[in-house]
């Protein structure tokens, strides 16, 4: 009996290992990819990544910091804040993160599976190898911010195997509610645990009820404290009107087009070929009629899989339970109770999956009697060796689909050309290409955008920068107006209020400043455009109390530490003024204008010190064209310091 467990133990332990290995292995192309779409935006340009003392503010801000998105995902932000202080902003070490957590989430799925298929460790393995190579994964894993998705699934699938092994002691029932909660921190959609334990209950418990309710209202508190704190941190539990993916259509069009977009993950999950980011709505069109053709089929489709689920209930219990599993999965984004920005996306697939990967599995089981049939009872090893070459041939084939998606993620531009190949009208790959491409083109590109959804807010936004960037102030602040006609975004506004600064007209640009604070009072760089505003009008006061609140937002602020020191420059308070103009050159060394106040800061206070920070100056300045001026002032400053007798 001993010899028989330690041989079951390690059969486990190989296969274990082999679904780690096959996991690891399809994703080893990833680490030459760059940061792509978001990836850029959220890895490199948000400042509380990069700090000690930004760290909370991950929990009480947006997950964006210059958006108002109404995500609340604290701690994939607090991953990639950890990834930065060990790699800095090297992308190989956020693809080996990724890639990581998929294999970790392969192997907590098959011990998960172990539940319903303790017996047939062979469909286990089957369904777990399927979820480890199929690219439906890939967007979780080779989009950096899909590790939210990663992050979710393993808290999901923990505090569900720790509910299953409740009876052990109260560790493990606490142990399956702080995993819950910790989803829910990771992505909302983990918010679907206690349907699915409700599910497990009607199907494998069937015992009291009563003591089933009592075991939910830890979930229950767990969920209410995450939508409290999610709540009061963003202040509403959807996004803006204008960020809805069916805003401004009827609820029956949108479930209508949903019930078409859910029968299509199904098509992605048996035939993964083309696939794409987003799928808009030029990609899935707007269904109005219940008796359009697709709408029918799709209904079809998906009533024949619930119907299905329905006849298995008592004689395939865990089938049946696997059917279910991806309609609670991707209920939290179907835009049927909540809406949100997005049609149909390829990682929201990575929690359904399992339902897809097992029900995949049960049917080349299902299958596999076939083949005995086939051959005579004394060649059974032939039969077998077919159906683990069958097996094999699958995972090779899905692997090598794998391989080739991730190489389409190199680059934003790699990633959206493909796309704009395979959906030429696709809104969401024009504007996000756009974003990367020379000007020229990006211009050519954002007008046929505009031919398409003339009132597109994100792209006549876009095409406002490019003009500005042209010089051409009077295209680009029309363009800024007719986007915030359509969405009066903080980012719009910021984007008016530098051009109407940029052009002298301080007291619009103040405006646009204040706007965008009401809609997002959290946002530091806006309350520095708000200072340097403010001081260039006069009003030191107010200049430096923007520049405070900047600080208390981003404490590592070069820009902030350089108007607080303009501030107490003409205050007279030099002392204080150097100490800010040092901290800010600390941040920034190549910051010249600091530098250049630190050394008039120092004339006031010190100078030999002064000659020194002068001559600091023009040694890192001297070959910036745009500091010629200041250069050769700096070099008078240093003639006439050298001069100075120092030893009296």
Excluded at 343 to 350: D, E, S, T
Excluded at 503 to 529: H, N
């Amino acid at each position: 009996m001993f010899r028989q467990i330690q041989t079951w133990k390690s059969s486990q332990s190989a296969l274990i290992i082999i679904l780690f290995a096959l996991a690891f292995c399809v994703y080893l192309n990833t680490y030459q990819n760059q940061f792509s779409a978001d990836d850029r935006e959220i890895l490199l340009n948000d400042h509380r990544l990069r700090s000690l003392h930004s760290l909370p503010s991950l929990f009480t801000q947006d997950y964006w910091m210059k958006a108002n998105t109404n995500l609340y995902r604290p701690l994939p932000l607090l991953s990639f804040a950890i990834n930065y202080y060990v790699s800095g902003t090297a992308p190989w070490s956020y693809h080996l993160v990724n890639q990581l957590l998929h294999c970790l989430n392969v192997v907590l799925l098959y011990i998960f599976l172990g539940n319903f298929y303790r017996k047939q460790p062979g469909l286990r393995f089957l369904a777990s190898a399927v979820f480890a190579v199929h690219p439906a994964a890939t967007e979780s894993v080779d989009y950096i911010v899909g590790r939210a998705e990663l992050l979710s699934f393993a808290f999901t699938l923990s505090a569900f195997q720790l509910y299953i092994q409740r009876g052990r002691g109260a560790l493990y029932r606490c142990g399956s509610v702080a995993l819950f909660f910790l989803g829910m921190l990771s992505k909302e959609s983990a918010m679907m645990l206690p349907v699915f334990l409700l599910l497990y209950h009607v199907y494998f418990e069937k015992n009291d009820h009563r003591a089933f309710l009592r075991t939910l209202t830890g979930y229950g508190a767990a969920l209410l404290l995450f939508s409290g704190l999610r709540y009061a941190v963003l202040g509403s539990f959807g996004p803006r009107e204008t960020e809805q993916a069916f805003y401004g259509i009827p609820w029956s069009s949108t479930a209508y087009t949903m019930a078409k977009a859910i029968a299509y993950y199904w098509k992605i999950v048996f035939w993964p070929i083309g696939l794409q980011m987003n799928y808009d709505l030029n990609d899935i069109p707007v269904v109005s009629s219940l008796f359009d053709g697709w709408v029918m089929f799709s209904l079809a489709f998906l009533a024949s899989i619930l119907t299905t689920a329905i006849l298995f209930f008592k004689t395939r219990p865990e089938t049946s339970f696997f059917m279910l599993w991806p309609f609670v999965a991707f209920f939290p984004v179907m835009n049927i109770i909540v809406p949100t920005g997005v049609v149909l996306a390829i990682r929201l697939m990575y929690l359904p999956m399992v339902g897809y990967c097992v029900l995949t599995a049960e049917l080349f089981f299902l299958l596999r009697p076939l083949l005995d049939k086939v051959w005579p009872p004394d060649n059974k090893i032939k039969s077998a060796a077919i159906f683990s070459a069958v097996v094999a041939l699958l995972l090779l084939l899905l692997s090598v689909m794998t391989l080739a998606r991730n190489a389409d993620w190199l680059t934003t531009e790699t990633l959206f050309k493909k796309e704009l190949a395979l959906s030429p009208n696709s809104i969401s790959a024009m504007k996000s290409l756009a974003t990367v491409l020379p000007p020229d083109e990006s211009e050519i590109l954002l007008k046929r955008l505009l031919e398409l959804e003339p009132f597109n807010a994100d792209a006549l936004s876009l095409l406002g920068r490019i003009f500005e960037e042209k010089k051409d102030t009077a295209s680009a602040e029309a363009l800024y107006r007719r986007s915030l006609l359509g969405d009066p975004n903080e980012l719009t506004l910021r984007k008016l209020g530098v051009l109407l600064s940029d052009t002298g007209r301080l007291d619009e640009a103040e405006e646009q400043f204040r706007m965008a604070i009401r809609m997002k009072p959290l946002w530091a760089d806006v309350y520095e455009d708000l200072a340097v505003v403010l001081s260039r009008k006069g009003n030191m006061q107010g200049a430096f109390e923007a520049s405070q609140k900047a600080l208390r937002l981003n404490p590592d602020s070069a820009i902030t530490y350089n108007l607080i020191g303009n501030y107490y420059k003409v205050s007279n308070a030099f002392d204080k003024a150097v100490g800010a103009f040092q901290k800010a050159v600390e941040l920034s060394p190549m910051m010249y204008e600091a530098r250049y106040n630190l050394a008039e800061a120092y004339e006031k206070v010190d100078r030999r010190m002064a000659l020194d920070a002068w001559q600091q100056y023009v040694r890192v300045a001297e070959d910036a064209p745009s500091e010629a001026a200041w250069v050769m002032k700096a070099r008078e400053r240093i003639a006439y310091l050298s001069q100075l007798d120092y030893t009296q």
